[in-house]
């Protein structure tokens, strides 16, 4: 008896395949290293992944190889994500929050072969460069390659002439995809090793948590060189969403500015990033941010959230951001908080919920 149609390997490939076919002309926004703005789709993005896939295969990366980035949030990045899922390899996201003598282990450790590394990040790895043992090629994400790094190949040089790669490979769903390195704890970092099926079903279970559809533009910005960006560039694909990458500028400013020109209706990340953005409407002529008014919600990660990370007022809108566990994203637990935009300085918590269903609910009233 063949097996039923319904048992496939959960690969990322498939969700995937399903966004850039349903949703071609979705919108890619990215502030690049030189703060410029890029804009792409899901349909011509999906061209420079296929030649980024064949560009690896061109570099002598086999699957299971590991491909280091240092980089920011941004369109070539998520390209990188995109192509080592599809292929078996493995994207080691290299923290660049870390020490030197950090990094230099987990590059080591990973045993990565190739980095692709931002244009303004090459001064802070090219020191470093003689003591990674394992690395056979440079790879600058822009269109020049760097004198820094000797034998550097630029990313645009690098895909321009190659191929599209066809059909993804059929691969064991138990295969690693990504290996990201703890922050914070005594000695070396600890690598973790996320496979096709956790991340599918990660990505699954989150977004049975929350609303997110083609109608929503995403804006992370926790990084995505630290736990896969919390999985948000695996949702919001999956889903058809607009992305809008913040790339370096990261500032209040930056920041808040690209909520209201590029209309953002999610973001994630860490209180203190929302400390630094309640300010800005408040500092700003009246009419200089105007937010989508369905900008629903925020996730914050674990940590103690005061009423100043609340964003009081500033979206003039009764609906509930969603907590948030950096770690580990679908775990509820007691340090998981959830902020409320607009309630100003009353701002409740509470555990993760469907937004939109629960978005009349009243601050006071326990959402358990």
């Known amino acids: 008896m063949p097996h039923m149609q319904d048992d496939f390997p959960l690969l990322m ?42 560009a690896m295969d061109f570099l002598g990366l086999g699957i299971g190889d590991a491909v280091g980035t240092f980089a920011w949030n941004n369109q070539r990045h998520h390209e990188l994500y995109w192509a080592t899922a599809n292929t078996g390899r493995v994207c080691h996201t290299i923290n660049l929050r870390l020490f030197a003598d950090q990094i230099v282990y987990i590059v080591n450790h990973a045993e990565d072969k190739v980095i692709f590394v931002d244009p303004d990040l090459v001064p802070l790895i090219a020191p470093l460069a ?112 607009k992305l809008t990458y913040p790339g370096p500028d990261l500032s209040p400013e930056g920041i808040v500015k690209l909520f209201a020109e590029e209309k953002v209706t999610f973001s994630a990340g860490v209180p203190t990033v929302w400390l630094g953005n309640s300010a800005i409407p408040h500092r700003a002529p009246r009419d200089r941010y105007v937010f989508d008014p369905s900008f629903p919600l925020w996730w914050v990660g674990r940590a103690e959230i005061d ?38 300085s009353g701002g409740s918590t509470g555990p993760i919920g469907d937004s939109r269903a629960s978005r009349h609910r009243s601050p006071g009233e326990d959402r358990r």
């Open 307 to 344: 009423d100043q990370v609340v964003l009081d007022g500033a979206w003039d809108s009764p609906d509930p951001g969603l907590g948030h566990d950096r770690d580990q994203p679908d775990r509820l637990d007691g340090d998981t908080q959830a902020t409320h935009g607009g309630l100003g």
């Open 13 to 54: 490939s498939t969700l995937y395949d399903h966004a850039v076919w349903i949703h071609p002309d979705q919108e890619i926004v990215s502030v690049e290293s030189d703060r410029s703005i890029s804009r792409s789709t899901y349909g011509s993005t999906d061209v420079r992944v296929r030649k980024l896939a064949s």
């Open 130 to 241: 003689e003591k990674l043992e394992t690395v056979e090629n440079w790879v600058i994400l822009g269109d020049q390659a760097s004198d820094a790094l000797p034998g550097s190949i630029a990313y645009e040089d690098l895909i321009g002439d190659q191929p599209e790669h066809g059909q993804w490979p059929l691969l064991d769903e138990r295969s690693p995809m990504m290996l990201c390195y703890s922050s914070g704890t005594t000695g070396n970092p600890k690598g973790v090793a996320y496979t096709q099926r956790s991340t599918y079903v990660h990505t699954i279970s989150n977004l049975a948590n929350f609303a997110m559809g083609p109608t929503d533009n995403v804006l992370p910005v926790v990084p995505m060189f630290h736990a896969s960006a919390w999985g948000y560039p695996f949702e919001a694909v999956t889903q058809g969403a």
